[in-house]
């Protein structure tokens, strides 16, 4: 199922204080330049249209997050939602999660992970460019806090059991731990408009979560 149209930006709106691009950031991440504090900060790995990220630094004014977008288009439109809602707890990254991860971040600077309906790749030839593989996962683990928590959901069940595999080689993360599904209260409250379509579809959805031992 492909990602709808997107809804046209506001083009007064200003983008500057939510939109970054990778290149543009120091190395190592500096959370006091993008952010102006240190604050608990989580992650989201392909934010698409940006529902998680905005309901998220909504809901948690105390946390930080910051999402990357390897599509210029949806990591604008991320940051339109973010800017038309004021967030100032909310980034949008526009680059490669993949670099990002073992280039920019420290270890033990990530409360939590978050990867969300990512492309499957369905074609066997093309499986290795799956963003939850054995080269990406173990900087995860090395970034996330003792504690931390990886998040992940598909509607691809051989994508969840291939990476369930993956993380358990590759990786020191304690689960699968299930999670389940809650009831939505309202029209947008999904973690992703993904989830949504597919919930409202009537399509199952594997979700777990990992957890960096203490």
């Not at 809901?59 to 390897?70: H, N, R, S, V, W």
């Not at 038309?84 to 270890?107: V, Y």
């Not at 309202?186 to 949504?196: C, G, I, M, N, S």
């Amino acid at each position: 199922m492909g990602r709808r149209a997107l809804r046209r930006i506001d083009p007064d709106l200003d983008l500057s204080g939510h939109l970054v691009t990778l290149e543009a950031l120091p190395q190592p991440l500096d959370r006091n330049q993008l952010f102006g504090r240190q604050a608990p900060l989580e992650i989201e790995i392909g934010s698409g249209k940006g529902l998680f990220l905005s309901a998220a630094a909504a809901q948690e004014p105390t946390k930080d997050f910051l999402g990357i977008e390897i599509l210029a288009k949806y990591a604008r439109f991320t940051a339109a939602r973010l800017a038309s809602r004021g967030l100032s707890n909310a980034r949008i990254i526009h680059g490669d999660a993949q670099p990002f991860f073992t280039l920019w971040l420290p270890d033990a600077s990530v409360q939590a992970v978050h990867v969300y309906f990512p492309d499957p790749w369905w074609k066997a030839r093309h499986k290795k460019r799956r963003v939850m593989n054995e080269t990406f996962l173990p900087q995860v683990q090395r970034t996330l806090v003792p504690g931390g928590v990886l998040h992940f959901w598909t509607d691809v069940e051989e994508y969840f059991q291939a990476a369930v595999v993956t993380i358990a080689e590759s990786t020191k993360l304690a689960g699968p731990q299930p999670v389940q599904e809650k009831p939505a209260d309202h029209d947008l409250d999904y973690r992703t408009h993904f989830e949504r379509r597919m919930r409202l579809a009537g399509e199952p959805v594997y979700r777990a979560t990992f957890v960096k031992p203490a």
